[in-house]
């Protein structure tokens, strides 16, 4: 509330929007609230990252620039003040034009935002249609010029094809273009590149932040990934179970972040430059109803006193423009970037060849999309399969793993040569190499209990039974951080992160030598990955564990593994020791994936 | 932890009752199936008691084509085309999830060579077939219209059950399994399987309904186990001539099939929704 008087209303009256005293509650619980006391200038021309955790509210705060919240939840107090009036206060059929015309939104996934049966150009003329653009000779025209506006092919060709035709990335800028067709004056864009790889991620980046300083428009742009925000934002506003815990210029939060949280979410960040022991933040987001007193970080936090827990702490200003909500703010110190720094992996250290990998080419049906690829993996040694999507990374992982048959060439284990699916191999080759999913949404069986889940293995390769194996489960879930009181639940009361530990406690539970991970951390949030690394890490250390890790993100190789093979098109392009690798990359297709890295670093 | 536990238990049952689709469905269903179990011990007169002039109106529903109590041979009559009902979805479902299954997760040729034969018995109308094998034998036995029905219904539940297992067996826990090396069989029943319960569920209850349908209409052409026994769907075709002059000996069996489906029906909803709701 303090900032209603330090950002004075005339900012925005030239353009922009302004969030004033915003509340969001739940229809079903009026004492709960969503997001509470938030207070935020977007000025034109200019683009602010909200950034938090899954659960912190940043969704719902973008949503409710359009004067939109999902079914259950409600505004129950604030502005939002567009061009002299409150976008709250207006009858719907304003709202209604001002949403995608004045306002625009860009979805998370815009695949499903585009009609799968209607072709891109016609889509896009049909928007101005709606929108009363142009006339009906222009709008073509318009629609072409939309198009190369965000760098996309623009002939009858690329008009003519239907949304499936595109790639990931063609689509999120054909979903870009269309929300700056009306020349709107204000963006939300809500984790438009979560699940895009890092080159085209760059390219969407750049796109939006060229459009929005050309156009003037001020874009919100929402994530949980600090790094990406690094790289684009003017301004960052940090949002913590449902308040903006820190607010700054991007300089100043990134040099001199001063509120625990953003400290926190900055460490779990990997760097490019140079490895570091990730941490995570301990226990997770609390959801709506179950906030603590106080402080609402105070559970988490490492610097919590007791006051924390008693007093609830206002936005108070630290700087010129830059306002954190902490009691301590003052206290905690400065915050130094390469803490938590430590070496890069050891290239001289003596290897033991586990896994070795030769001639191996691999085809679906008669596409072969993985071409001579040969490395090897050492006893307790992390190598990681980074490249593009399309690369082949994922592909050489499941054949590994035994998930796919079609290959040729030889993957040895320990000089024995594995079979070519998972049935072809002997029970302990199976037991020995164990495959962790990506989306962990999908490798659990909902149907079952964690319990049920994490004791299968044991059963299957005869580890454990009964009560020993219950015992044994337990004593995992300990290991992976989610204790045993989660053994009964059912997956679906578990988040993302807590979902992902249960794969590893699966995988765990075979006793394995190797671990195939499949960019296990992508579909989680920074902070959750931070944690998962550090307990793979550990695993490493303390069992001997190797790993064979596939990401596209390049920093967090640098911080988890030893060595790196960098994909393309389903040729290994370069590889060798990480900081080698990283430090001098000799391949363009190497420089280009560092270069669109995003970094903090 | 344990009071998240604790409210996990009292919401199952809570969760159940605010589910009014399936309070009220399963509340009929039951009602219904005690008045077929006990319907016996409480009709005033015998199955095959002459109690009046036929098509009269002595009793309380009257009379049937030959003077017996049509109350009485309503309680009596419910029985066994229940079980027959009952058995005979319980058959065609078990079949056909089989079938359906074993289709999606072997896929490929065999999931053509298996879904190609079942539309060959799909192209027989289910009564019709029913009709060829029972007019081949001269007295049918209880068994054997319970098989025809659940043969008959198999290819059906098949295709539905193959479309859903299709969305799972791609699923990643599914790989996971076959990664560990699980056996066929248990992949298909431990992992695959829970997840299809709430349509198959619907599924089921649809069934049910066509089941009953099914007894009713090969008793109505007069296949059933005894004809001198009470049967509803007999006693529609017994007294349809009369359907003018004593209407209650038609729709009295009528209006008690109809409640029953409707019952079963609203219950199968109400599963379904109910563990779907579980998820998440």
Redesign the interface.
């Known amino acids: 509330m303090t900032t209603l008087d330090t950002t004075p209303p005339p900012e925005a009256a030239g353009g922009g929007i302004t969030v004033a005293d915003l509340r969001i509650g739940l229809t079903a619980r009026p004492d709960v609230d969503v997001v509470d006391d938030i207070d935020l200038v977007l000025r034109p021309g200019e683009v602010v990252g909200l950034v938090g955790e899954s659960g912190s509210g940043k969704t719902t705060v973008g949503t409710s620039l359009l004067g939109y919240t999902r079914a259950g939840a409600m505004i129950e107090r604030g502005k939002v003040l567009f061009e002299d009036s409150d976008v709250l206060a207006l009858p719907w059929q304003q709202v209604r034009r001002l949403r995608g015309e004045e306002i625009a939104y860009v979805p998370q996934d815009p695949a499903s935002a585009l009609n799968p049966s209607i072709r891109i150009g016609r889509q896009i003329v049909e928007l101005m249609e709606l929108r009363g653009l142009g006339t009906a000779e222009s709008r073509l025209q318009g629609a072409r010029d939309g198009l190369a506006e965000v760098g996309l092919p623009n002939d009858d060709e690329f008009l003519r094809r239907y949304a499936h035709q595109l790639s990931g990335g063609q689509v999120q800028r054909v979903a870009l273009a269309m929300a700056f067709l009306p020349k709107p004056k204000v963006l939300v864009l809500d984790e438009p590149t979560t699940g895009l790889d890092v080159t085209t991620q760059g390219m969407v980046l750049q796109t939006m932040g060229e459009l929005c300083r050309s156009h003037g428009v001020a874009a919100l742009y929402v994530t949980h990934d600090l790094a990406v925000v690094a790289n684009i934002a003017d301004r960052v506003a940090v949002m913590y179970a449902g308040q903006v815990a820190e607010i700054g210029d991007r300089d100043t939060i990134f040099a001199h972040p001063s509120h625990p949280y953003t400290r926190a979410l900055l460490d779990s960040i990997p760097h490019l430059r140079q490895a570091r022991a990730l941490s995570g933040i301990p226990g997770r987001t609390p959801a709506p109803g179950s906030r603590p007193g106080g402080c609402r970080f105070h559970d988490r936090c490492a610097f919590a006193v007791e006051a924390c827990a008693e007093q609830e702490p206002e936005l108070r200003e630290r700087g010129p423009g830059h306002e954190v909500r902490c009691l301590r703010a003052g206290e905690i110190g400065d915050w130094d970037i390469s803490l938590g720094t430590v070496p890069d992996a050891d290239p001289q250290r003596a290897r033991e060849v586990i896994l070795d990998i030769a001639d191996l080419g691999v085809s679906y049906g008669r596409t072969q999309v993985v071409f001579d690829v040969g490395f090897d993996v050492a006893r307790a040694e992390v190598v990681a399969l980074v490249g593009e999507s399309g690369s082949g990374k994922t592909t050489i992982s499941r054949c590994v793993g035994g998930l796919h048959k079609e290959w040729t060439g030889t993957i040895g284990f320990e000089g024995r040569p594995l079979g070519h699916g998972s049935r072809k191999r002997s029970a302990a080759d199976r037991k020995r190499i164990q495959y962790i999913f990506q989306n962990p949404y999908l490798s659990l069986n909902p149907r079952l209990t964690v319990e049920q889940i994490v004791k299968r293995p044991m059963e299957l390769f005869g580890i454990a039974s009964g009560t020993e194996a219950t015992d044994r489960v337990a004593e995992l879930l300990e290991q992976v951080a989610l204790g045993p009181a989660v053994m009964r639940y059912q997956t679906n009361r578990l988040s993302g992160g807590e979902r992902q530990r249960v794969a590893i406690a699966r995988a765990l539970a075979a006793e394995p030598d190797l671990l195939v991970c499949d960019e296990i951390t992508s579909a989680l949030d920074v902070s959750v990955q931070g944690s998962i690394v550090a307990l793979l890490d550990e695993l490493r250390r303390t069992r001997g564990i190797s790993m064979l890790f596939v990401t596209h993100n390049l920093a967090l190789v640098r911080s988890i593994a030893a060595r790196v093979q960098i994909l393309s098109a389903g040729r290994v392009v370069e590889s060798g020791p990480v900081a080698d690798v990283m430090d001098n990359p000799r391949e363009d297709y190497t420089q280009r994936l560092l270069a669109n890295s995003p970094r903090i670093d | 932890?344990s009071a998240t536990?604790q409210s996990a238990t009292t919401s199952a049952w809570s969760r159940f009752v605010h589910q009014r689709r399936l309070v009220v469905g399963a509340t009929i269903t039951v009602l219904v199936i005690l008045l077929a179990l006990v319907g016996p011990l409480l009709a005033p007169h015998g199955e095959n008691e002459v109690t009046g002039p036929p098509f009269s109106g002595t009793g309380v529903f009257g009379t049937d084509y030959l003077g017996q109590d049509i109350l009485s041979r309503l309680l009596y009559g419910g029985g066994i085309i229940l079980l027959i009902a009952v058995l005979g979805t319980v058959l065609g479902m078990v079949l056909g999830v089989l079938i359906g299954v074993v289709a999606a997760y072997a896929g490929g040729w065999w999931d053509e060579v298996i879904m190609r034969l079942n539309d060959v018995t799909l192209a027989f109308p289910q009564i019709l077939l029913a009709l060829v094998i029972l007019t081949a034998v001269d007295q049918p036995k209880t068994w054997m219209i319970v098989v025809l029905i659940g043969v008959s219904h198999a290819p059906r539940v098949a295709r539905v059950a193959r479309g859903v297992a299709l969305g799972l067996v791609s699923?990643?826990?599914v790989?996971?399994?076959?990664?560990?090396?699980?056996r066929r069989s248990r992949v298909i029943l431990a992992?695959v399987l829970?997840?299809m319960?709430a349509p198959l569920l619907a599924e089921a209850g649809l069934r049910l309904t066509y089941s009953i349908g099914l007894v009713a209409a090969l008793g109505f052409l007069g296949f059933s186990t005894d004809p001198d026994k009470a049967n509803w769907g007999q006693m529609i075709n017994e007294n349809r001539l009369a359907i003018s002059t004593q209407p209650w000996a038609v729709l009295a069996p009528v209006l008690i099939i109809a409640i029953f489906t409707i019952g079963t029906n609203l219950m199968a909803d109400g599963i379904a929704q109910l563990s779907d709701r579980?998820?998440?």
């Not at chain 2, 790989?175 to 699980?182: M, N």
């Open positions: 932890m536990e699923r990643d826990f790989h996971a399994a076959e990664a560990l090396g699980e992992e829970p997840n319960n579980g998820r998440d």
